[in-house]
């Protein structure tokens, strides 16, 4: 690749899905340029989007497989290594059974990937255990939006940021998260439109909203309550809507009958003015979106959570129109996508059920197998328990580090020791894959095609600018050469757009997606046909469900309360400057220099109490684990809560944190423990 | 003073590809421009500055500074041939010739100009910018420069360099003198003195900290505005170690970011999003000009394209004027 090129990529990232240009010379990588037209980044970026080459040629790549010998990984050839993969796999299957196995999929890579290792789990190794780190953050939106919507994505548009009259914020950093949609809430906000942040975090959007409600943590149910509660009691809900476009509202007004704005007032720590306020503002807007993340799924009653976001837009009327909606904000740069392709244990691509027969025959036809199994698989973080429970032998992840992004980093580290078989294939030595028995070098999304489907279902091409280092090879390459390895003649494509043709057929909400009709911005599904122009909002003459469902919860509290032991409630999350396990933002010179060492941030108040001061090196210890950190002293967050984001290895979060299951969504309780504080000598 | 017709073109930088390797201004598939290589798309010369600075020809986002291969230490080579590199507005002529003067001071910086001597800088004005709009012509900056008249390109060469290359072109007609003087004589342009007066503000001290902190707290530190901006020189440096290999590199820094400044102890003189605000927007606007006599804003506008949020240099310079003017 001789000479200066551009290619026209999509952000690895969040899920915003900004797109710009990878500026190459003679092969390597020398800066990016934002894409000027494009409808959500608009010729902006954020710092790890102007930064998003620098990691690319780092000397640290993978560049060749590696086995295991001697307790020792040691290079191999692609051969040897893929073999033994296929060889190891069959004979764990053998012994154990099909479901002896799990694969762990990444939202991180391609439509196409994603899809491909759901195709191989369910049609050459037998198994529905598949799942990806959607289990993680937006389970709860799966399980949930489905429910009460049908459908589990983002309602509508980034571009309706521009055009809500109010927007309630609850969960969700945007601006340091999803900085290009935060920054549009923040433009919003200088253009008259009305802002309510619901987090106890002192977060950019808090300083210019209208309403900052700082309730506690884990009390987004009691809280959405009271507002309803306000809503009905004032008789500011869309009654019209109600009648016409919902069902099951006397179980709602009946269940938030009691949430009157005292008794929410004491469960959640606002003041009762604060909860009238945040309803009457958010019932007056004649366009009201709500938009979230994690501080809602990743709870214990994560999807209760979601219901309650769900039943207050349909309250208001607030769904299926621009400039509204419910919009839950996908995290990775392909989660959406990950999910949309069946990289979950109980669908196929397009949420088609393997439990239903229709569905198994369809794939079963199509895929030229003789059964595909039908009962769901293992999520992933059932899988941990299953493993230590002896019911899993081995392993398949794809471009994850559950080391460092699952709960309870002790337990996990104990079960991937401890499997007979765990093989990884990513881009870097993460500490999941230094565990491993085999380690499969992989191209990072600058060297391989395929597409990535952001948070508004806008599905868009990814476009190789350089080739991978040493012998690493794109995913979908590898994960073909494995089935063929393993006797299925299935997977043979001449390229990913090939893969996407049979995603099409097999896809209804994907059946109009080609890439010959992917540029320059992509497309919105559901798109179902080769004329369809895409969607940009959803539910907009009726839910994807027929009518929007009303399902009314109960206030949980989270599993594990501060106490005498414990005092201080540990809250978890990122950082601006680095993304997730910090494989690629630890190896970016200016977000490492930005963000280098792990850091906890609480409250004058509690490091007064605790005698500690900004940097002092501290010792943070829950029931699972012990970890060392540097103060960080900010009214940032309220006192009696501290928060530790969770990129760092030196000072893994996830050391602290509970692995305690939505019974659901099987989601972990990132965002509520019980940790002490101690200042180390 | 030259003359070409568009359908001259193709053949001239034909011509000049023989010698000089080519960085042109494109039309990407996205309908973005930018100064390229004409392999990436057509050429497109009307439509004004491209939002990449044109200054990233010769002082990439990241670049090699050496490498260490077993004690053997190598800088990259020059360029195998010398660049042509056409799309300078008059404006981003002003920025190119402030970062030449930049990187030539004291300690003259072998890396950019290893990419800089040699180099032909064209521009362009005339009745090419944005919807036609007029951008007056530079009338100096450069080795040549193309002015639109609106059927044609006035070719006007200012160096050695330059006269060589379009000696071949036939000439212009005799008017053509006359309608670059009409198009040099403008009206005063607003934004330039609004920046003007932002400066004279900054200067006078009377933009009070409450400012920086409402304009910081609007800034979401994508760095976007530092790393489009011409002017903006300054870079950071890492190296990447191997085995027995060290690769040193540098890459564009912005002063958005708390690490610019951050002390090895962890002071840090500039540890508020305030400060980090009020010294970029104070760099180019009051310390510049001590320094070099001339403000380093040259009007380009591209923080302003860049921004998210609506807080470059213009916007910015709008609200001060408009609260402290």
Known sequence: MRGMKRTLTVCPYCGTGCTFYLVSDNGRLVGLEPSTTHPVSRGGLCVKGWNAFAFVHHPDRLTTPLIRRDGVLQPASWDEALDLVVEKLRDIQKRHGADAVMFASSAKATNEENYLLMKLARAVFGTNNIDHCARLCHSSTVTGLAETLGSGAMTNSISCFDQADAILVIGSNTTEQHPLIGSRILNAVRNGTRLIVADNRRIRLARHADLHLRHKNGSDVALLNGIMHVIIAEGLEDRTFIATRTENFAALAEAVADWSPERTAAATGLEAGEIIAAARLFAAAERGMIVYSMGITQHSHGVDNVRCVAALALLTGNVGRPGTGVNPLRGQNNVQGGCDMGALPDVYSGYQKVSDPLMREKFVGSWGVADLPASPGLPLTRAMDAASAGHLQAMFIMGENPMLSDPDQGHARNVLENLELLVVQDIFLTETAALADIVLPAACYAEKEGTFTNTERRVQRLRKAVEPPGEARADWEIICDLAERAGYGGMRYAGPGEVMEEIARLTPSYGGISYDRLDPHGLQWPCPDRDHPGTPVLHLERFTRGLGRFSPVVHRLPAELPDDRYPLVLTTGRSYFHWHTGTMTRRTHLLEREEPCSFIELHPDDAARIGVRNRDQLLVTSRRGEVRTEARVTTMVIPGVVFMPFHFVEGAANALTNNVLDPESSIPEFKVCAVRVEKLP | ?325
């Open chain 2, 1 to 325: 003073m030259k003359l070409l017709t568009p359908d001259m073109l193709d053949q001239f930088f034909a011509t000049i590809a023989q010698t000089w390797e080519l960085r042109l201004p494109i039309l990407l598939p996205d309908g973005t421009r930018v100064i390229g290589s004409p392999d990436d798309g057509p050429l497109a010369l009307h439509g004004g500055a491209v939002l990449s600075k044109p200054t990233a020809a010769f002082f990439p986002q990241q670049g090699t500074v050496f490498t260490a291969d077993n004690g053997d230490l190598q800088e990259p080579p020059p360029p195998e041939r010398p660049l042509f590199v056409l799309g300078f507005t008059p404006r981003d002529l002003a920025c190119l010739r402030f970062i030449d003067r930049f990187f030539a001071d004291g300690l003259c910086d072998d890396i950019y100009f290893r990419q800089r001597r040699g180099a032909i800088v064209a521009g362009l004005s005339g009745y090419c910018g944005p919807n036609g709009a007029l951008l007056p012509p530079a009338g100096g900056d450069c080795d040549l420069e193309l002015f639109w008249e609106g059927s044609f390109w006035l070719v006007i060469p200012y160096s050695e360099a330059g006269r060589g290359i379009v000696a071949e072109l036939p000439s212009a007609p005799r008017s053509a003198g006359k309608l670059l003087k009409e198009a040099s004589s403008r009206p005063p342009d607003e934004n330039e003195s609004l920046i003007q007066r932002a400066s004279d503000l900054l200067r006078a001290d009377r933009v009070p900290d409450s400012f920086w902190e409402e304009i910081g707290d609007r800034c979401i530190a994508c760095t976007g505005c530092n790393l489009a901006c011409p002017t903006c020189t300054c870079f950071g440096v890492q190296d990447w170690r191997s085995a027995k290999k060290v690769e040193r590199s540098r890459m564009w820094d912005s002063c958005q970011l708390d690490g610019f400044m951050r002390e090895a102890g962890g002071h840090n003189p500039l540890g508020s999003e305030a400060l980090r605000t009020r010294r970029r927007i104070h760099h180019k606007l009051a310390a510049d000009p001590q320094k070099w006599g001339e403000i380093s804003c040259f009007v380009c506008g591209r923080c302003d394209a860049v921004c998210p949020t609506g807080i470059g240099i213009f916007a910015v310079a709008r609200e001060m004027v408009a609260r402290f003017g």
